[in-house]
Structure formats: C-alpha cells, structure tokens
C-alpha cells in the first residue's frame, strides 16, 4: 500500500527553497522595476509609488548603463572563446597519457576555479602592484617600464579578464575530461590501425564526438560572462572611470550602494532579457546543426 | 619502432609544456603561501624575494588573536553545515523525480530546470527583501538559505537516481521498511559516486560564498572568512604579508579537501551524462 502523499513530501522542501529563491524574486523584481522604490521603504512602505515605465525610459537613456553594457558585450566577445579553446586545449592534451605524472598535473589546473574569489583577488592585487608587484618586477627583468595594470583604463579591461580567464577555465577542464572518458577507445584504435596521426584523430573523431560537451561549455561560458562580477568587484571595483563596470557590477551599485531598488531591478530584467535571448539562439543554433 | 619512438617524445613534449602551464597557473598560490611567512619590510621590498629570507609565524598569529578569525571560521564552518541539510533535501528531491511518478511531475521538473538560468543579479534585491521580510538578515541561516537548493544539483541526483533498479527499492518495501527508510538505508548508500561529488561542490561553494554573507551579514560577528578577507582588502595595502596569510587560511583547506576527492568529481561529472 504505497501512499499518494510520498513524493510531495520527498520533493516539496526543496521546491519550496527553489519556489522562494529562485522564481518568485523574478516576479518580486518585475513589480519593483515599476516602482520608485528605494531605502525610504524601509521605513514606511507608503513611499513606495508605481510609476510604470519610468525606470526603464531612465535606464535607456542613463549613459553608465550602455558603458556597462558595452563593457560585457567586449568581455563576453573575447572572454568566451578565450575560455573554450583554453580549457579544451588543456584537457585534450591531459588526457594524452594516463600516467601518474599526467594525473598528477590536473589538480594544478583546478585550483584556481575551487579558490574563493576574494583570496584569489588579494593575490592577484600583490602581483599587480605598481610599486612592489612581481608582474612590474618581471617586466623591469626584461629592460620593459613598470605597467599600470588596474589604473589604465584600458589596461584594467585586460588584467581582469585574465583573472577571470584564468579561474574560469578549471571547471572547464573538469567537463571536458569527463567527456573525453566517453569517447569510445575502439574507434581511436581502428584510426591508428587506419595510420591516422594524433592530430587528424583529434581533429576527426574527438573533437566531433565531444560536440555536446563543447557546446555546453560554451552556454555557461557565455552566461558566466554576461553575469560576470566578481573579479572588478574585488580587484577594480568596477574603475577606473567605470571601465571594468560590467552590467552586474552597476546593478550591484545602483541596488545595494545607492538603494535605488526599482531602478536597479529594471537593469536586472534588461539584464535576464539579455542573457535569455542569447542563449535562446545559442539553443536554437545547436538545433540546427544537429538537423544538418 | 620509430612511431613508437615518435609518440613517447610527443608524450614527453605534451608533459613538459602541460608541467610549465601548471606551474604558472600555480604560481600566485605558491607566491601567496611564500608571503604569508615573510616579516613585512620583506614583502615590500623590491626586488621581490621568492622564498621567505626569516620566515615567521606572526601573521598567522595576529588573524586569530588581534583579529577575529577564529569567529570568522567558525561562522564559515556553520554555513558549511547548513548546507549540507539543503543537499539532503537536494537529494530527496532527486529521488523523487527520478522514482515515482505524481502529478505535476513534469512542470515541477521543468522549474527545477529553469531555475538554472536565472542570473543572482536579478533574484538579489528581491531575495534582500524577502529575507528582509521573514527577519532573517543578519542572521547565518539568512547567509545559507539563498543558496541552499540548487537546480543543477537536483538535476545530477535524478540522472543518477534514476540508473537504481527499482526492484530493490519494491524487496525493501515487501519487508515491511517506510518510505524514509527505503531512502535512508537503499538509495543513499547506492548513490555514493553522486554524493560524494555533492558533498565537495557544497563545502566548496559554502566555504567561498561571499555575495550573500556580504549582503546578509551586517554584524561584523556574523563574518564569514570570505568577508574578513575582503575587510583586510580595504584597511591593508601596506601589509601584504598579513593579507597572504589570511589568504592562505582560506585557500588551504578547500586544497586539501579537492586533492583528496577530485577524482570522484571528475568521476559524477562522467555519470551525470555530460558526454
């Protein structure tokens, strides 16, 4: 005699987790989006106004916005590919050998990506310092001028990204070796038997059989990018002159420094907006190429 | 014989380059554990030393005594713990996706699904206030609560849970053993690759959790490590050595709990499907 109640009450409490912190606060931002909302409602709710759309005509013409936008659209455009071809390149010449001293190496590839953030971005502040950095020591070594690695403007865009290139890329490297365990060893065999060299096998059955893993990596890779914060966070702040200013980043700002909630939720459904589109057609491509 | 020659030289080849691209990719942590024992004046200097000239325990010293770490880790350690109630209830859930069919199955699975795309930009004001609303900011299970289920997560358990025969589950029940039982005792133990996975991705992503202990967390008793960590990042520009080794207590443990688990989280990625 099996009761009907059993799975709800396997399922409902984290449902009910996932319900509250995952889809409600969508709901919750759209109505704020259309509010004035900020600190003052705290202390008296009757403050809050609904002023339509007034938020979103404000954000459209709020330059900072557009400069944050440009910011993750050029970070995303060069941080996607950067992370992909790195992270494949790495677990495919990982998994050349299976030897001890091959298995051994991986670990060093994780670190950076199971490493919280904020000592990673202490670190990483050290070896940018302008006066006592072993970057600017490293540069000197090769008779080159000490480099203002977080206060040039356009300089600042690139030693976050490598940052971010860099604790980005372990994960990566995890999902593709999984996938590389799944690529059968008979085919690879029958090519040898074929005199087909390392890199035409690589090229022509292992990269085409891990087209899955490649794409998926490629979705979070993208998404991870648009919603990227916590390297200006910690390392720039979002400067100089708002050059490392992702979207997220003038969200946070707008919301949490300035408590400008309706203002600040508006951006955030631009943002998921944004970042649903894109990875629509980034689905909606991976269709295509499967029919064809 | 020489292709065979020719290949061992390419393996040697891929070894060195890949053992030159992990020390790189090592190096700052070997240079944050080498500051952490430097005096002061030694990590300023210019040029740069590599290895620590005197080395010293002070620092060290000064994060638990002068400053407030020891509160710090032992916050860090009971958001840990927290989370791992929501991989028990992550883990349930799983089962019952993949184990028993209910109405609303489906839709409740595609929420689970949909959840993962939902940027935190967007769910942090709303998910301030709705803590806000239930008193709980300021509070370590504020800190733990956002993110203790997460779709990903019930996702893995149910691809997993699904592969365990459901004859074993039915020869518990004939014995007379409860629902929770048959979890307790059949499907937990049988889903120990997963689990173990589980259990380093949430100590991982509880140890370095630092957007919601630095929105939640108001009282400078509730501080995660994280969030002393990004203090000192304020006050210390002049003492990098202080830094590495708040830095170092951080990082080290989350080293050691990856080195000894990674291959079982290289080995539920596998299972998960995501080939």
Not at chain 1, 200 to 220: C, D, E, G, H, N
Not at chain 1, 235 to 241: A, K, R, W
């Amino acid at each position: 005699m099996r009761n009907k109640l059993t799975p709800y009450l396997f399922v409902s409490p984290a449902m009910l987790l996932l319900v509250t912190f995952g889809i409600f606060p969508i709901l919750v931002a759209a109505v704020i989006s259309t509010t004035n909302m900020n600190i003052s409602a705290f202390a008296n709710w009757g403050n809050v106004k609904f002023i339509g759309i007034d938020n979103y005509t404000k954000l459209f013409a709020d330059p900072d916005f557009w400069q944050s936008i440009g910011n993750t659209g050029l970070f995303a455009l060069f941080g996607v590919p950067a992370i992909v071809v790195l992270s494949l390149g790495v677990a495919l010449l990982l998994n050349h050998s299976q030897n001890g001293f091959f298995r051994a190496l991986r670990a060093f590839y994780f670190i950076p990506a199971i490493t919280a953030i904020v000592a990673i971005s202490l670190v990483w502040g050290y070896l940018y310092n302008t006066q006592f950095g072993l970057l600017n020591y490293l540069l000197s070594l090769g008779g080159l001028p000490p480099v203002q690695w977080l206060s040039d403007p356009t300089l600042a865009k690139f030693s976050v990204a490598l940052v971010a290139v860099w604790r980005g890329t372990g994960l990566n490297i995890i999902i593709f070796l999984a996938a590389l365990q799944g690529v059968p060893k008979e085919y690879l065999e029958a090519a040898s038997l074929d005199g087909a060299g390392e890199w035409k096998k690589t090229f022509s059955i292992v990269i085409p059989l891990m087209r899955f893993a490649i794409f998926f990596v490629s979705v979070t890779t993208t998404i991870s990018w648009l919603q990227f914060f916590d390297e200006p966070f910690v390392l720039t702040d979002g400067g100089p002159l708002g050059a490392t200013t992702s979207a997220s980043i003038f969200l946070y700002k707008e919301g949490f420094r300035l408590n400008q909630f309706g203002y600040a939720s508006a951006g955030s459904i631009v943002l998921f907006a944004i970042i649903a589109i894109i990875t629509l057609i980034q689905l909606r491509l991976r269709r295509a190429d499967d029919e064809y | 014989m020489s292709t065979r020659n020719g290949s061992r030289g390419l393996t040697l080849g891929i070894g060195i380059a890949l053992g030159v691209g992990a020390l790189i990719t090592a190096f700052p942590f070997i240079w944050m554990i080498a500051t952490a024992f430097k005096p002061q004046r030694e990590s300023v200097t210019y040029p740069p030393t590599i290895v620590p000239q005197e080395p010293t325990l002070q620092w060290f010293q000064t994060l638990f005594t002068e400053l407030d770490f020891g509160r710090y880790l032992l916050n860090t350690v009971i958001v840990v713990l927290i989370g791992f109630v929501g991989l028990l209830l992550m883990a349930m859930a799983g089962y019952a996706f993949a184990k028993f069919d209910f109405r609303g199955r489906k839709w409740m699975f595609f929420l689970v699904l949909a959840t993962m795309m939902i940027p935190i930009q967007v769910t942090m004001i709303p998910t301030y206030l709705i803590l806000n609303g239930m008193k709980l900011t300021n509070t370590l299970v504020g800190i733990a609560l956002p993110t203790l289920v997460s779709g990903f997560s019930i996702f893995l358990f149910r691809q997993f849970m699904t592969t365990i025969p459901t004859e074993m589950l039915e020869a518990a029940r004939l014995d007379g053993a409860g629902e929770f039982r048959t979890f307790w005792q059949i499907v937990l133990p049988m889903s120990k690759p997963i689990l173990a996975v589980q259990v380093v991705l949430t100590f991982i992503s509880g140890w370095n959790s630092f957007l919601w202990p630095l929105i939640i967390a108001s009282d400078q008793k509730l501080y995660t490590l994280s969030v002393g960590l990004a203090l000192l990042n304020q006050q210390l520009a002049v003492n990098p050595s202080l830094q590495m080794a708040a830095a170092s207590v951080m990082v080290v443990p989350i080293l050691i709990v990856f080195i000894v688990f990674q291959r079982y989280v290289i080995q539920g990625f596998a299972l998960s499907g995501l080939k």
